[in-house]
């Protein structure tokens, strides 16, 4: 004697897949038969009930569109505001950069050309100042 329909076959007999034995076992069990119009009754109910309730519009409050709108052209405006700063800070920093790089070259090349090492500057300036 055949169990009777399992749920993986009933779906697979509701989607035209099943083969020749379940029809066969369908044909002779009352209770499954009971079982698959009761699963295609509820189907059928819930399909209807799908048709008839309206798929609600989507559809965002006025305010809240304004409100994004809003938020867009802000952004959009700080970027453009936000853009050449960005960018001159960039230029200046580079330019710093350059500039502090100049003056250490400077020094590099001051404490190259001394003619008497650091320790002894003060001595030389006052020599110096005693000759002017
Ligand atoms: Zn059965």
């Known amino acids: 004697m055949n169990s009777h329909l399992s749920l993986e076959e009933i779906c697979r007999?509701?989607?035209?897949?099943?083969?020749e034995d379940v029809e066969e076992?369908?044909?002779e069990c009352p209770a499954c038969q009971t079982e698959l119009?009761?699963?295609?009754?509820?189907?059928?109910?819930?399909?209807?009930?799908?048709?008839?309730?309206?798929v609600p519009a989507v559809s965002y409050p006025r305010?809240?569109?304004?409100?994004?709108?809003?938020i867009l052209a802000t952004a959009a405006l700080s970027l453009m505001v936000a853009a050449p700063v960005y960018w001159n800070a960039r230029q200046q920093r580079a330019a710093e950069q350059a500039k502090a790089?100049?003056?250490?070259?400077e020094r590099v090349n001051a404490s190259l050309s001394r003619s008497v090492p650091a320790s002894m500057e003060p001595l030389m300036q006052l020599i110096s100042k005693e000759n002017q």
């Open 25 to 27: 076992r369908i044909r």
């Open 37 to 54: 119009r009761q699963f295609r009754n509820a189907l059928a109910g819930f399909r209807i009930s799908l048709e008839q309730v309206p």
């Open 101 to 105: 790089d100049e003056l250490l070259l």
């Open 63 to 70: 305010s809240r569109q304004t409100l994004s709108r809003w």
């Open 13 to 19: 007999w509701l989607s035209g897949e099943c083969g």
